[in-house]
C-alpha cells in the first residue's frame, strides 16, 4: 500500500472488541433456509426440544394452527389416520388424530465453526461469543416411515395363513451351524465405515431433552447476559502492545523442529514457574480453585511482580465470589457441569446449589452449625464436611468459624466491587429460597438486629444516618409544597379505581399502602430500572424483581454504583411509587411458592389503551390465584364490550403462563 494511501482511508472510529467465552461451549446458530426471515417462529409455541450434543443433532417440535384459514383439516386428519391407525394409544404421534404439530431436525451446516461467532454491540463495545456449531432447521418427514411401517403390518396380516405353512416347512429343515473366521484388520475397518455401524453408533447416544423458552422470557433475559464480557472494566489498557513482526509470529507460529520433554510428575500439580506461563485468567482460576479461600493482598502476592490489579479483579469475578472481603472460589469452578461427588456420586448441580446455601450463610455470620446446614440441603454428611473445610475450621460449642477475618480494608477501598458482590449473593439467596423453601429471617439471631450486607464502619453509617436524615426533610418540604399546589389548582381525585367498592382492599394503592414517599436511598437510575423492566414484563413477583435487578447491576462496570443496596420494604415502595400496584393473589395454604414469589406487583397505568383490559385481568386474580379463558372473556365482555382475539392472547402471552388448561400470572405457577 502506498503511504498517501493512509490519507484516502482515514480512521473514522475506533471500537474495542471483547471475547465472551461464558457461552462457547453451548452456543449453537440455528439457520431455517426454507423459510424466510420475515416469516419466523418466535410466536410458534414450541413443545419439545432434544439434542445429541456429541452428534450435535438437534430436533424441535413445534404447535401448527389448526385453525388458520389455510389449514386443510381433511388432511390433516388423514395424515393422523396413516401415521397412527384407528386406535388410541399413550404412544399415538398425534393424540387428537389430526395433525397438529410438525418436527424440525438439523444439519450441520459445516463441521469446522472456529471462524464464526456471535457477536453484539453495545455501548461502543463489540463482545464476540464463538460459535459451538451451526445447524440448519428442516421439516422432519419420519411421521411418514411410521405410515409405510403401518401399510406393512397390515399386509403381513392379510398374509399371515400363508406365511405361517412356510414357516412350518422351515422349522423341519435341518440347522447347519458355522463358525466365523477371524475377522481381518482390513474387514473391521471397512465395517466400522460402514453405513449400518455409524446409524447404529449414532443411535447409541441418548437424546438429552431440553426446555424451550421464548424471546421474550426472563430466562432468556438472563442468558443473552452471558454473550457479554462478564465485569468488562473500561479503563483496562487492552491496546495491542507487539510489533508487526511479533503480531505475524502469533497468527503463523513457526513449526517446532523438537518438543520439549517435560519431567514426569503428578498431574495436578503445577509449579509456580509453569502458572506463570498462563494466561493472567487461567492463572487465577487455578489458584482460586486449588487454595479455594484467599484475601485479595494475598492473591496479588502470589501473582508475578507488576501485575495490574484492576486486571485481575477483573478475573477473580469470574471465578470467585465475595464472603466477608474474602474471595472464595465459585462452587461451579469446584464441580463443573457433569461431574459428580467423590465422596457419595452426588451430581455437580446437587452440590453447587448446596455449598452455594453454606457460603451466603458465611455472609450474614461467623459461624454455622453443621447439623443445621444438613437438615436444610438434606446431602451426605461427607459432602457438606468438605463444603466446611473449604472455608472454615471446626470450634468446640461454636460450630465451623469462618478461616480467616473480615477483610475490611478491601471493602472499604473497592466499595463498588462489594455492592456488586452483595447483589449477587441477593440473586444467589432468591433462588435458594425458593429450591430450598426456607426464608432468610429463618437464619436471622434472635433479638439481634439484622447485620449489614456490606460491613462499613461506625462513622460511615452515623454519616449515612445524617445525611439520610436531611434528606428526608428536604424531600418531605418539597412533597407539602407540591400538595399545596394541587390542592390550590385542580381537586384530588378520589374516585375508587375499581367498580366494585369492597375490592379495593385486595391491590396495594400508591398512596394507601403505607408506601409513602420514596427513600431518599433510592436512586433515579434504581426508578429508570423498575419503569423499563415492568414496561417489558408487566407482571413480576418480588423474587424474579430482584433476580432481574441483580443481573442489572452485575452487567454495570466496576466503579460505578448507581443502585444503592436496599432492604425489600424500599424496593416495593420504589415499585409502587411508580405507576404499579401489588396484587394480593389468594393462594391455597398449601402453595409451594416462597414468600417473595407471592409478592406480586403489576403495571398499573402505563399511558396505554390496553390498561383498561390489563386491570379487567388483574381484578380476577385478586379473587382467584388461576383463571380460565373464558372467565376473562366474560369479564371483558361486561366490563369493557367486544374484545377481539388477537388482543386478548397478546395481554394473556405478556402477563401470564399457561398450565393445565389454566392461566397463572407469570412467575406464580407452581412448579
Known amino acids: 500500500m502506498m503511504a498517501s494511501g493512509d490519507d484516502d482511508d482515514p480512521i473514522i472510529e475506533e471500537i474495542d472488541v471483547y471475547l465472551a467465552k461464558s457461552l462457547a461451549e453451548n452456543l449453537y446458530l440455528l439457520q431455517y433456509p426454507v423459510r424466510p426471515s420475515s416469516m419466523n417462529y418466535d410466536d410458534v409455541n414450541h413443545l419439545g426440544a432434544k439434542i445429541k450434543p456429541k452428534q450435535q443433532r438437534l430436533e424441535l417440535e413445534m404447535a401448527m394452527d389448526t385453525m388458520s384459514p389455510n389449514y386443510c383439516r381433511s388432511k390433516g386428519e388423514q395424515i393422523a389416520l396413516n401415521v397412527d391407525g384407528t386406535s388410541y394409544d399413550e404412544s399415538n404421534t398425534y393424540s387428537v388424530k389430526m395433525m397438529d404439530k410438525q418436527t424440525f431436525s438439523s444439519i450441520q451446516a459445516t463441521t469446522n465453526t472456529s471462524r464464526y461467532a456471535a457477536a453484539v454491540f453495545r455501548k461502543g463495545e463489540l463482545h464476540v461469543t464463538p460459535l459451538t456449531g451451526i445447524l440448519q432447521m428442516r421439516p422432519s418427514f419420519s411421521y411418514l416411515d411410521k405410515a409405510d411401517n403401518k401399510t406393512r403390518e397390515r399386509e403381513a396380516e392379510k398374509e399371515g395363513g400363508d406365511s405361517s405353512q412356510d414357516e ?6 435341518a440347522i447347519t451351524v458355522r463358525f466365523a473366521r477371524p475377522e481381518s484388520e482390513q474387514a473391521r475397518q471397512r465395517r466400522i465405515q460402514s453405513y449400518e455401524f455409524l446409524q447404529k453408533k449414532h443411535a447409541e447416544e441418548p437424546w438429552v431433552h431440553l426446555r424451550y423458552h421464548g424471546i421474550k422470557d426472563s430466562r432468556s433475559e438472563h442468558e443473552r447476559q452471558y454473550l457479554y464480557c462478564q465485569s468488562v472494566d473500561s479503563s483496562q489498557n487492552s491496546e495491542l502492545v507487539k510489533t508487526p513482526k511479533e503480531y505475524l509470529a502469533m497468527l503463523m507460529p513457526p513449526q517446532a523442529e523438537e518438543k520439549v520433554v517435560q519431567p514426569t510428575g503428578p498431574s495436578n500439580v503445577l509449579s509456580m514457574a509453569q502458572l506463570r506461563t498462563l494466561p493472567l485468567a487461567e492463572q487465577v482460576k487455578t489458584l482460586m480453585k486449588n487454595v479455594k479461600l484467599m484475601p485479595f493482598a494475598n492473591l496479588m502476592g502470589l501473582l508475578a511482580s507488576g501485575t495490574d490489579s484492576t486486571a ?4 477473580i469475578q469470574q471465578v470467585a465470589l465475595l464472603v466477608q472481603g474474602n474471595w472464595v472460589v465459585k ?27 453454606v457460603m451466603w450463610r458465611f455472609t450474614m455470620e461467623r459461624s454455622v452449625m453443621r447439623k443445621e446446614v444438613t437438615s436444610v440441603i438434606k446431602l451426605p454428611p461427607e459432602d457438606v464436611k468438605e463444603f466446611l473445610e473449604h472455608v472454615a475450621v471446626p470450634r468446640v460449642n461454636r460450630g465451623w468459624e469462618f478461616l480467616l477475618p473480615t477483610d475490611r480494608e478491601f471493602i472499604k477501598k473497592h466499595p463498588d466491587i462489594a455492592h456488586r458482590q452483595n447483589m449477587l449473593w441477593m440473586g444467589i439467596q432468591s433462588k435458594l429460597e425458593k429450591v430450598f423453601n426456607f426464608s432468610k429471617e429463618d437464619f436471622m439471631p434472635k433479638n439481634s438486629p439484622q447485620p449489614d450486607p456490606v460491613h462499613i464502619s461506625g462513622e460511615q453509617r452515623l454519616k449515612m444516618a445524617q445525611d439520610r436524615a436531611q434528606a428526608n426533610q428536604s424531600t418531605l418540604k418539597k412533597e407539602l409544597a407540591a400538595k399545596k399546589v394541587i390542592c390550590k389548582e385542580e381537586p384530588m381525585d378520589t374516585t375508587p379505581y375499581l367498580s366494585n367498592g369492597s375490592m379495593n382492599g385486595d391491590f396495594d394503592h400508591a398512596n394507601g399502602n403505607g ?22 414484563y408487566f407482571v413480576l413477583t418480588l423474587c424474579e424483581f430482584k433476580r432481574l435487578l441483580g443481573l442489572h447491576v452485575a452487567s454495570i462496570p466496576a466503579g460505578k454504583v448507581v443502585v444503592p443496596s436496599m432492604s425489600d420494604h424500599m424496593l416495593q415502595n420504589t415499585i409502587l411509587q411508580n405507576n404499579c400496584r401489588q396484587i394480593h393473589v389468594p393462594f391455597p ?3 409451594t411458592l416462597a414468600p417473595d414469589e407471592q409478592k406480586v406487583f403489576c403495571l398499573w397505568d402505563s399511558g396505554e389503551d390496553s390498561d383498561k ?13 388461576r383463571i380460565k379463558r373464558t372467565m376473562l372473556q366474560a369479564k371483558l365482555s361486561q366490563e369493557i364490550g367486544e374484545v377481539s382475539k388477537t388482543d386478548i392472547d397478546r395481554m394473556l402471552k405478556e402477563c401470564c403462563i399457561s398450565a393445565s388448561g389454566q392461566w397463572y400470572l407469570r412467575g406464580t405457577c407452581p412448579s
Open 331 to 357: 462452587s461451579d469452578v469446584l464441580y463443573p457441569k457433569n461431574t459428580f461427588s467423590a465422596h457419595s456420586g452426588v451430581p455437580a448441580e446437587v452440590l453447587c446449589r448446596g455449598r452455594d446455601f
Open 168 to 173: 412350518a416347512e422351515e422349522e423341519a429343515k
Open 589 to 591: 395454604a398449601q402453595t
Open 515 to 536: 408506601a409513602g414517599p420514596l427513600d431518599p436511598s433510592s436512586s433515579p437510575e434504581l426508578t429508570d430500572f423498575v419503569k423499563k423492566i415492568f414496561r417489558k
Open 613 to 625: 383490559l390489563r386491570r379487567v385481568l388483574f381484578e380476577l386474580f385478586s379473587k382467584n390465584y
Open 312 to 315: 485481575v479483579l477483573r478475573c
